[in-house]
């Protein structure tokens, strides 16, 4: 709680918070490793959370071949050495690219439904 805080209104704020995704990444990693449905896989995250999954696709399906794009716009932010470490290959992904990668504004999914991207995310 912040003391010395004068907002008159509610003291209690809303805030998007992500939660489990990279709980979420690892086990897809590594399900999809186990369950033979690829040869590769690429993971664009510098989340050191991922770095037992990938470890875990390594010692279970030593074949397979985890590659590993760190977004980033600078070094230190960048650097993610423990996953880089645990892939086979890795590269930086400059973040200008990943407004070249979104998906469109709005999606409907295979049932009809439409999937609308949160306004947080426009690179515009």
Known sequence: M???CTHQGSRVFDMPEEKRTD???AINIVKDAVDDKCDRLIVVSGDS???PAV???KLITPNKKVIVYIPANNRV???ARELRKSSDRH???P???LSKAQFPDQLTDSEG???QKPRSWSTE
Request: no cysteine.
């Open 77 to 79: 932010r960048g650097a």
């Open 49 to 51: 959370d991922l770095v």
């Open 95 to 97: 973040y200008n690219l």
């Open 23 to 25: 709980v979420n990444i």
């Open 2 to 4: 912040v003391r010395n």
């Open 55 to 57: 470890k875990a696709v």
């Open 91 to 93: 590269k930086t992904l």
């Open 113 to 115: 439904e439409i999937i």
